[in-house]
């Protein structure tokens, strides 16, 4: 582990030990290369392989592998796409209704806007509950809201969490939201961010503003 060479990252070079993964190299060298699982599961860590000599180590899909599994084995070159960086919010469960019999959808209020990409998911944890893993989605009825994630969450026979919806889970309830994780899939990488502080863009917009009525105080009773 004594041995160096040079790992390009995004066009920044970077003197790391030979057999660390990209992760640990990165973060040695203070670069910080997205990941969540490092168990090789959940895709935040992938990147594309340049050139040069990289060990994928059996994540490799293609030119892409998962730096929390890849080894650096000489001088190599990779890139990511840029993603927001993982943050934790604080927020309260501001409206919940439910979609069909087994599929509710919950809007949860931070306390200041946060950024995700189409496709990646957030750690989301109801006050007494066990954390959740979810990926934010539209409102059905269209629309952008400042500081707001919606979740379509089905329900569970068992489920911890899924079965307090509207019962142990009720308005109010205070929620701590960890993210975004996860890697936005090829047909959505978009160099623009679903953020709460952006504009819709139209139709595939990842953030809607949903009609007022259904979230009025007699809706909620």
């Known amino acids: 582990m004594g041995d160096k060479c040079t790992l390009t990252v995004n066009g920044k070079q970077l003197r790391v030990s030979l057999g660390?993964?990209?992760?640990?190299?990165?973060?040695?060298?203070?670069?910080?290369?997205?990941?969540?699982?490092?168990?090789?599961?959940?895709?935040?860590?992938?990147?594309?392989?340049?050139?040069?000599?990289?060990?994928?180590?059996?994540?490799?899909?293609?030119?892409?592998?998962?730096?929390?599994?890849?080894?650096?084995?000489?001088?190599?070159?990779i890139l990511f796409d840029e993603v927001p960086v993982p943050a934790k919010r604080q927020g309260t469960l501001a409206a919940m209704r439910w979609l069909s019999h087994e599929v509710a959808e919950v809007v949860v209020?931070?306390?200041?806007?946060f950024t995700y990409l189409p496709g990646q998911y957030v750690k989301a944890a109801f006050a007494g509950f066990p954390s959740r893993d979810y990926s934010p989605t539209a409102y059905l009825d269209g629309g952008l809201?400042?500081?707001?994630?919606?979740?379509?969450?089905?329900?569970y026979e068992g489920g911890m969490v899924s079965v307090a919806l509207g019962h142990?889970?009720?308005?109010?309830?205070?929620?701590?939201?960890?993210?975004?994780y996860g890697t936005p899939s090829a047909a959505r990488r978009r160099r623009a961010s679903c953020s709460s502080r952006a504009a819709p863009a139209g139709p595939r917009s990842g953030r809607w503003r949903a009609p007022r009525a259904w979230r009025s105080p007699s809706a909620r009773s």
């Open 20 to 77: 660390e993964t990209l992760v640990d190299a990165g973060l040695a060298a203070r670069m910080l290369i997205p990941h969540d699982c490092c168990s090789g599961q959940c895709d935040t860590c992938l990147v594309r392989v340049v050139s040069g000599d990289v060990d994928p180590q059996g994540s490799d899909d293609g030119d892409l592998v998962r730096a929390c599994q890849a080894t650096i084995e000489g001088d190599a070159e």
């Open 109 to 113: 209020r931070l306390n200041s806007p």
């Open 145 to 155: 809201d400042e500081a707001e994630l919606v979740f379509h969450i089905k329900r």
């Open 168 to 180: 142990a889970i009720r308005l109010g309830h205070k929620v701590t939201i960890n993210g975004p």
